[in-house]
């Protein structure tokens, strides 16, 4: 029996050792209020944007919505969206500082954040791997909020794969080879009713 709160366990990560990778998964690295907290904050102070791709010619709009905050002249391209950082608000640096904490040399310069408004939203099969991003990035990504699931499986062998319930206030790190290798997704969940926060801090090798 664990006779410890998420609050009151030692934060350490969980290793998974992969083929072309490694994630590391800590389930309390905020305590529930400190999520709870920093969700709301983040939820009503950020500049969300609804952004618009375009597909074989049609323009769809992106199944959530993103905001990209970092240091000035760190941008960042993906799917066609070209992002130009906002500055760090204070509630995001303290995130980012205390992940710095656990990732020895890691200075994350911007973050992505995803709000997803229940579980129809969702983002499909990719990898992290811009050219913006250099090789075998390392991506920290924080969930507040609802839990959705995080699922992520190997490019050539699609029968190594996994999933990870990701609960308001875990911290889940992919690095090494990863991106190059594997791709991951957050799928649709139909019975998810409330909104989830996702930040997903990187370290832009190239400025724009």
């Not at 990209?68 to 066609?80: D, K, P, R």
């Not at 608000?89 to 709000?115: M, P, R």
């Not at 998810?192 to 090798?205: A, D, E, S």
């Amino acid at each position: 029996m664990d006779l410890f709160t998420p609050e009151e366990q030692e934060k350490a990560f969980e290793v998974i050792s992969l083929q072309d990778g490694e994630i590391l998964f800590m389930r309390n690295f905020l305590s529930a209020t400190e999520a709870k907290n920093y969700f709301d904050l983040l939820q009503n102070n950020i500049n969300w944007k609804q952004e618009e791709v375009n597909f074989y010619g049609k323009t769809y709009s992106v199944p959530r919505k993103t905001a990209w905050y970092g240091y000035e002249g760190f941008n960042y391209s993906y799917s066609g969206i070209n992002c130009l950082p906002e500055i760090w608000t204070k509630e995001l640096l303290e995130i980012k500082f205390q992940i710095e904490k656990f990732i020895t040399g890691e200075d994350f310069t911007s973050v992505l954040l995803n709000l997803y408004n229940d579980g129809n939203d969702k983002m499909g099969w990719h990898a992290d791997n811009e050219k913006e991003l250099g090789e075998n990035p390392t991506i920290a990504s924080v969930s507040l909020g609802e839990t959705r699931r995080f699922d992520i499986k190997h490019r050539q062998n699609p029968d190594l794969n996994f999933k990870f319930e990701l609960t308001s206030g875990s911290l889940l790190i992919m690095r090494g080879a990863l991106q190059h290798h594997w791709v991951h997704q957050i799928p649709a969940q139909k019975k998810v009713k409330n909104p989830r926060i996702n930040l997903t801090f990187r370290t832009i090798k190239k400025s724009g």
